[in-house]
């Protein structure tokens, strides 16, 4: 007899075990039209169950690999299951991309079906239909807009239900579908997800049941993770992140997963189901203290100052009663003060109330944001994961937080850092391999089980956590020596609201430069409060008031800078603001929103030679893709400013001596 952990071995027979176990209990809600709709774990069977068997019908089988694409919706996550539960591998896409760079993705995994959110997915597949000969069949979620299209190849998900549905009228239909179900192992291949594409094309990452399984056991067990969890599902459903989270942790601890009406609606959604347990990049955690720092900027005088004077006492007090540290019982007092009038109502403003874990991953995070939401009384960790890696990598265990690291290695997970500094691990999530291309997976997997993660790391000796510095081939030196790690630079840069995005150079050169973005919400907020007329984006980002206000900024990273023995030489001498925002579908950014350093040193060495050539501006002129795929070009005349660079610290001997 199989033991539970075995018998458990794939997400289809999770799902059946619940819809056994747990079979009243929620497993996924949709918000429509302002109205939470609920399934149970039951229900959630029945549908998926019935789409199965209708995919079936169309000629998905066994091998097979089917697109996801669209924002959270609960058919889509069905769509995933019940391809899985006929032994074909879903290949969630990103559903922002043009369609010439989706079709790649569609073309390089063999997709031969795909289940899209609505009329834009199908549109865009359309569009490339040339170029996808194997696809044969699209699956559309939203009928809005479809009706006079040609359904040859189109079908409703409610129709391929119906089919399903049908079938399952026989007894031996049934039978036969729990027969394939039980004929699947953890071995087998559950998911491709295809990487951000930092470095270049995405690769096809293939993880098998047993990787994102024991990988989300392990996950839950080391947080608690149980069926009374809510989780709202808001990330990219390509983002292993979200297929983990909101989708293999879910199975395999029961929880509820939440999905909101619209992109737009999250933090209003998410206030209203209360999550308990969250997952989130950098970026929305900047995101929302950007929107803290605007709405305090707009509020009245006496606001402003109740909310600094607590900010200041939570900076000082409040990491250490969310560790339960010895704390004064002034401190104590103060604080709780402090929870009543401002800490409980901005977490309660952005639904982060009942939350008992919350984790940051997908690139570092800067340490004043962290401690920012820490300080509120979040308990916010850091999480340091691959998708090669099924996620999990490091976690910080409750407790044993520190904004400088990412924690110890995950349960059941090795970590090592070799000779050059490169941080290496090896786990039961490990993936199988790259699609289509072994001599890339064994650039980056060794024939011991060894992946190599291409980020360079340490061990803290006081915490004795891994800390990373960068991504290896990143980090370098200025030519007097001194260390440019430009990840660093620019997580300390991104503290500021007022920036969105900064991208650092120094690799190679004599000094420090910065090419920033503003943030257009922030920035353009104070702009109205200071009476700053601006028609544009690029309008705005030119006006000498706005470099005043960067400057500033720069300033005082520089004053950091100069506090640390080791950054000191690298202090930014030279900064521009970029006319336009970094944007993935120019090539500028990932699907994750990370930087392309690649792309944006080729698309703008014309201002980096100005940078560092010592003019004071640069023509340039960009090329830009619009929504609908459309490119033209956005010409502007950047300003360039020097900044002063302040003595570095001396160190305890030097003064001594």
């Given amino acids: 007899m199989l033991s539970p952990d075995r018998a458990l ?131 559309y979620d939203e009928p809005r807009g479809l009706k006079d299209y040609d359904h040859g190849r189109l079908i409703a998900f409610t129709a391929v239900q119906r089919i399903g549905r049908d079938k399952l009228a026989s007894d031996e239909c049934l039978r036969q579908w729990e027969t394939g179900i039980a004929a699947g192992t953890g071995g087998d291949l559950a998911v491709i997800l295809y990487t951000s594409g930092t470095t270049g094309r995405s690769k096809g990452v293939m993880l098998s049941y047993d990787n994102v399984i024991i990988s989300a056991r392990n996950g839950n067990a080391f947080d608690g993770l149980g069926p009374d969890e809510d989780v709202i599902a808001y990330l990219p459903m390509a ?171 995950s349960p059941g997970v090795e970590v090592k850092i070799s000779e050059s500094g490169e941080v290496l691990y090896r786990s039961p999530g490990v993936f199988v391999g790259y699609y289509k291309d072994p001599d890339r997976t064994a650039e980056v997997q060794t024939p011991d089980g060894w992946v190599h993660t291409g980020d360079a790391g340490f061990f803290d000796p006081k915490t004795g956590q891994l800390k990373i510095i960068d991504r290896a081939k990143d980090v370098g030196r200025l030519n007097d020596g001194t260390l440019f790690a430009p990840k660093y630079i620019e997580n300390k840069l991104k503290f500021y609201p007022n920036i969105r995005e900064a991208v650092a150079l120094g690799a190679g050169r004599d000094f420090v430069c910065v090419m920033v973005n503003i943030d257009l919400m922030a920035v353009g907020s104070w702009a109205e409060r200071n009476n700053i007329v601006y028609g544009s984006y690029q309008e705005l980002a030119s006006h000498p008031l706005v ?8 300033d005082e990273v520089n004053r950091s800078l100069a506090e640390e023995e080791i950054m000191a030489g690298g202090q930014i001498r030279r900064f521009l603001v970029l006319h336009k925002e970094l944007d ?45 795929g459309r490119r033209g070009t956005i010409a502007a005349r950047v300003t360039i400013r020097d900044m002063r660079p302040y003595p570095a610290r001396t160190s305890k001997l030097e003064r001594a001596a």
């Fill in 239 to 409: 983002w292993v992140g979200d297929h983990v989270l909101s989708y293999v942790q879910s199975y395999v601890a029961g929880y509820c997963v939440n999905c909101p009406e619209t992109p737009d609606t999250v933090l209003q959604d998410r206030r209203e189901i209360g999550t308990t347990y969250a997952f989130a990049p950098p970026r929305v955690y900047e995101n929302l203290l950007t929107l803290t720092m605007v709405r305090m900027a707009d509020a009245s005088p006496l606001k402003r100052k109740v909310f600094d004077f607590f900010l200041a006492v939570a900076r000082r007090w409040g990491e250490k009663i969310l560790n339960r540290e010895k704390v004064p019982l002034a401190a104590r007092l103060l604080y709780g003060i402090g929870d009543l009038l401002v800490y409980a109502p901005l977490k309660n403003q952005y639904g982060l109330s009942r939350i008992r874990v919350a984790y940051t991953a997908g690139e570092a995070i800067g340490p004043e944001i962290f401690r920012f939401y820490r300080a509120l009384g979040l308990n916010l960790k850091q999480l340091y994961g691959q998708t090669e890696a099924s996620v999990y990598v490091t976690a910080q265990p409750d407790g044993e937080i520190d904004a400088e690291t990412v924690g110890k290695p």
């Fill in 9 to 139: 071995d794939t997400l289809p027979k999770l799902l059946i075990h619940n819809a056994g176990a747990m079979a009243g209990r929620p497993a996924i809600r949709h918000k429509d039209l302002g109205i939470w709709h609920t399934w149970t774990w039951l229900e959630t069977l029945d549908e998926v169950r019935a789409f199965s068997v209708g995919l079936g019908e169309l000629g998905l089988k066994r091998g097979d690999k089917f697109a996801i694409i669209g924002g959270n919706r609960p058919r889509l996550y069905w769509a995933i299951c019940a391809g899985q539960a006929l032994g074909a591998v879903p290949v969630p896409v990103y559903a922002d991309p043009v369609a010439e760079e989706m079709a790649y993705v569609l073309a390089h995994a063999e997709v031969t079906l795909a289940v899209v959110e609505d009329q834009e997915q199908v549109d865009k597949l359309v569009a490339v239909s040339d170029q996808l000969p194997q696809l044969t069949r699209l699956v």
């Fill in 584 to 628: 993935a579908d120019d090539g500028e950014l990932t699907r994750t929103q990370k930087i392309r350093r690649r792309n944006i040193a080729e698309r703008y060495a014309a201002l980096a030679e100005a940078l560092y050539g010592g003019a004071t501006d640069a023509d340039v002129t960009t090329e830009v893709t619009f929504e609908d």
């Fill in 547 to 554: 470099y005043d206000m960067i400057a500033r900024h720069i």
